[in-house]
C-alpha cells in the first residue's frame, strides 16, 4: 500500500515547518506592531455564505460536501472575507469602532494546482473596519510592508501598486466608455494577461475604447508611475486631468506620511476582479513582475451589509504563504535547509557511563526541561563521550552536559558547544548557569 | 439576511482567540522543551487513509467529499495518526532516529456536538517513532504534564490514567477470556459506562467473564491505585501475581525517575477503543472524572508498517482545546475575559492638537512599529488629551506618548499610564526609552 497527500496540499516535514513559521511570525509580529488583534473561524462554512457573495459560478472552484444524514451544504473556505463580514455583523453592535483584525488561516480552491498556487495554502487577512479616508488605507498597507520587511525584503524587491476604483472609472469613462460599461471595462482590465492581444483589442473596442481612446487606456495602464513621480505624471500618462485623480494624491500624501512612499507606486491597470471593491485597491508584486501577486486588497465599503451588518467602511487584503515563499527563496532569504529554523537546543545532556550517571540523566532532563529549558538526550546504547558530543553539535544544541565521575560530588561538565569551552558547574547552578549563557 | 458559523464550529473572536493561543503557546513550549519539532499535514485526505485503519465503518463519521468532475474521495482529517504514519512512512529511509514530532491541527467529526465534542476542534499531537521502552513512553507522557503544568495545573487538578495492553490481556485472559475474546474483552471495557450494568454482565459473561471472574475484573479496572502504592496494590486488585504486571512496575519506575510518579495512576480500566494499541495505553482526565479525557494515546507499534513503511516502534498522544478549555476555565486558570492575554501595546501616541504634532503622528507611529514596537493610536477626531488617555489605558498600553509644544524642541511627553509618571523624553530617544521600559 502507497499513500500520498491529496493533489494541491503539502506535507509540511520539520524543515518545511519551519519555514511557514518564519513567515507566519512575520505575519503576526506585524499585525501586533500595528494594533491588530488575531481572530479566526470555522474551517469550513455554510455554502450560501459563499454563493450569497460571488453568486453560484463560484460553486465549482469550491471543495463543498454534506454531513451523511445531513441537510446543510457546507464549502471549504476559499476565503476569508465572507467569514469576516459574517462575524463583523455578527457583533455590530457590541465591537469596539474601528476593529482591526488579523488571521492567518489556510484557505481551499478546487483549481488545477501551478506554481504560485495551490489547492490547501495559508494566507494572513488584515482587515480594518468602521473607519475611512487615506491614512486608514496606509495604515493598512502600511502592515503588509511591515511584514514585508520583517522577512527582509526591500522596495527593490517587491512593489505596492496601487490603484483607486473611483479614479479608475472616472478614467474610463473620460475615455469613451459608457457609465453602464464601467464594471465590464473593470473586468475586461483584470483579465488582459489571459487573453491574445486582438481578443483584447476586439473587446475593448464593443466597451468604447478605440483607437486613440485604447491607445490612451494602455498607456495609462502600461505606465509605472512612483509616488516621487508626483500624480500629475500619472494624469499625463493616462491623458486625463490631474483632479480627476485626487483620491490617488490624497492616498499619495498618507503613504509618504507613514514612510511607504519608496514601496509603492501607481498602477491604474490594478483593479482586482472582485466586484465588491470600492476605492483603493492594490497589489504587491515581486518586482520584476515575474511572479503571481504576493498579496491583494483593497476598500469594500459595502460588504459587511451584505451580511446582515450595517453599512460599514472597510479595506483589508490578504497575503498568501505560496508566492511570497518562492519570492523569499528566490531572493536568498531563506535558509537552503529550513532546519536552521528551528528552535536550538540548549543543552544535550550525556551520561559518561556510570551507573549513577545514568540514573540521574533522566532526572536532571526532567528538572530542566520542567524549567523551561529546551533539552535533548542520546537515545542510543553508545556511552562514548566524543560520539555523543558529535551528536549534540548535530542537533545544533549550545552546550552539552557531562554526568561524569564529579557527579558524586554534586557537579557536572558543562561544555559550550561553539567556544569548546568546557567547565565544571554544580548541579544546583546548571539550570541559571545555562539560562544565564542566553538559552 | 442571517448567517451563523455551522453547527459545531466555532467563530474566535479575539478574546476567544486569546484563549486558543494562550493553550496552543503552552503546547509548542512543552514540545520544544522536549526536544520536539512541529510538523503538520493537509487538512483533508484521501479517504482511502482513513479506512485503511479504522475500516469502511468510519465514513459516516467524517465530512468526505470530491472535487467537482474530479473521481478521489477526501475526508476532513478526523485525526492526524494516519497522516504522521503516512509522512514517516514516504521518508522512512532518510528521517533521523528516532522521530519526534508534534503538531498543533484542527480535525473535524461529523457527530452530534456535545460538551466537550464539537465538529471542529484543535489538537495537540506529540509522537516518539523508532524507539522505545520504559523510559521512552515515561518522555512521551511527560510532554503532555509539562504542558498541562506550563497551564498551572498540578497532579491534583489532573490524573494521568495508565495502563498495558499486554499486561492487561494477561489479566483478562487468568480471569478466563479465552485468547481469540481479548480483543472484544477490551471492546467492552472500553464502553461499559455506555450501556446500563445488566448489559454490561450479560455480554461480560459472553465473554467467560462471569460470576467470581467478574467481581475480580470489576475490582481490577474500578480501583484506582496511585503509583506509589506500587505494583503489588494493583496485583491484589486484579487478584493476580505482580509479575503478571511486569510491563507496568517498569513503566512505574520510569515515571517515578522523570518526576512524573504523583501526576499518575494505574487505571486497568483504560484500554482506548482503537484496535491499533500494542503496549502502554493512558488517558488524562480531571481529577474528580467529571469531563471526558483531557488526552489520550499510547503505543502504536503497527501503524507505520500498515502504511507502507518498516516496522517502526512507535509512541503519541493528542491533547484537544475543548475539554482542557473547559477544566482551565473550571480551575479559574483562565481569566473571565480573554481580552486580558492579548498582547499589550507598548504606546498609544496622542497629538495634542497642534499642526505640527497632527503631521508628525503618521510619521512616528511608523517609525515605532518598524521597530518592532506595538503602538496604538486613537481614530476619533478629538484632541482632548484626557480623553484619549483614557482610551490609551482601556486598550491596555503601558505608556501614552503626548505630542505638545515641546515638539518644536524635538521632544515628547511620555506617560507611564500604571504609575501616573511622566516625563519629557527626545523623539530621537523614544524607542529605545520604550524599549528600555520593557517594552
Known amino acids: 500500500m502507497k499513500f500520498q497527500a491529496p493533489k494541491g496540499t503539502r506535507d509540511f516535514y520539520p524543515a518545511e515547518m519551519a519555514v511557514r513559521r518564519r513567515i507566519e511570525s512575520a505575519w503576526r509580529e506585524a499585525s501586533v506592531a500595528f494594533g491588530f488583534d488575531e481572530i479566526d473561524g470555522p474551517t469550513f462554512e455554510h455554502l450560501e455564505l459563499y454563493t450569497a457573495k460571488s453568486g453560484e459560478g463560484i460553486v465549482s472552484e ?16 476559499p476565503e476569508f472575507t465572507p467569514t469576516l463580514a459574517r462575524m463583523a455583523a455578527a457583533r455590530a453592535a457590541q465591537l469596539p469602532v474601528p476593529i ?53 525584503l526591500g522596495p527593490a524587491d517587491v512593489r505596492v501598486k496601487i490603484s483607486h476604483r473611483v479614479a479608475a472609472a472616472r478614467l474610463v469613462r473620460a475615455l469613451g466608455v459608457a457609465e453602464e460599461s464601467v464594471a465590464a471595462a473593470f473586468e475586461l482590465l483584470d483579465r488582459r494577461d489571459k487573453m491574445p492581444p486582438e481578443e483584447f483589442t476586439k473587446r475593448a473596442a464593443a466597451l468604447g475604447l478605440g483607437g486613440d481612446s485604447l491607445s490612451r487606456f494602455e498607456s495609462a495602464v502600461r505606465t509605472r508611475v512612483q ?13 486625463i486631468p490631474a483632479v480627476e485623480l485626487a483620491e490617488l494624491e490624497a492616498l499619495r500624501e498618507a503613504l509618504v506620511a ?11 491597470g490594478i483593479v482586482r476582479g472582485l466586484a465588491y471593491y470600492t476605492g483603493t485597491v492594490f497589489e504587491v508584486h ?33 497575503m498568501g504563504d505560496v508566492v511570497l515563499g518562492l519570492v523569499l ?63 549534540a553539535s548535530k542537533q545544533r544544541s549550545r552546550f552539552a552536559v557531562i554526568l561524569g565521575t564529579e557527579l558524586a560530588e554534586g557537579r557536572v561538565q558543562l561544555k559550550d ?23
Open 286 to 318: 515581486e518586482a520584476s513582475g515575474g511572479e503571481r501577486a504576493i498579496a491583494g486588497g483593497g476598500r469594500y465599503d459595502g460588504l459587511v451589509e451584505l451580511f446582515g451588518g450595517p453599512k460599514t467602511p472597510a479595506i483589508g487584503f490578504g
Open 329 to 391: 527563496a528566490d531572493r536568498g532569504l531563506l535558509p537552503k535547509d529550513g532546519t536552521e529554523l528551528l528552535p536550538r537546543p540548549d543543552a544535550f545532556v550525556i551520561s559518561a557511563g556510570d551507573p549513577a550517571a545514568d540514573a540521574e540523566l533522566p532526572r536532571l532532563v526532567a528538572r530542566l526541561r520542567a524549567g523551561g529549558l529546551h533539552v535533548r538526550h542520546s537515545y542510543k546504547a553508545t556511552r562514548n563521550v566524543g560520539k555523543l558530543l558529535a551528536d
Open 100 to 152: 482591526k483584525w488579523f488571521a492567518v488561516p489556510n484557505f481551499f480552491r478546487a483549481e488545477r494546482p501551478q506554481r504560485g498556487r495551490l489547492r490547501e495554502f495559508f494566507q494572513w487577512n488584515v482587515d480594518l473596519l468602521g473607519a475611512e479616508g487615506p491614512a486608514i488605507d496606509a495604515e493598512v498597507i502600511g502592515v503588509a510592508v511591515g511584514a514585508l520587511a520583517r522577512l527582509g
Open 227 to 239: 509616488l516621487a513621480d508626483g500624480i500629475g505624471a500619472l494624469a499625463a500618462a493616462a491623458g
Open 258 to 268: 507613514a514612510g511607504l512612499g519608496e514601496w509603492c507606486e501607481f498602477d491604474l
Open 417 to 439: 558547544l561553539a567556544s569548546g569551552e568546557q567547565r565544571q558547574v554544580a548541579l544546583v547552578d546548571l539550570a541559571s548557569a545555562l539560562r544565564a549563557a542566553g538559552a
Open 62 to 77: 469550491l471543495f463543498s460536501f454534506r454531513r451523511a444524514g445531513g441537510s446543510d451544504d457546507y464549502a471549504l473556505r
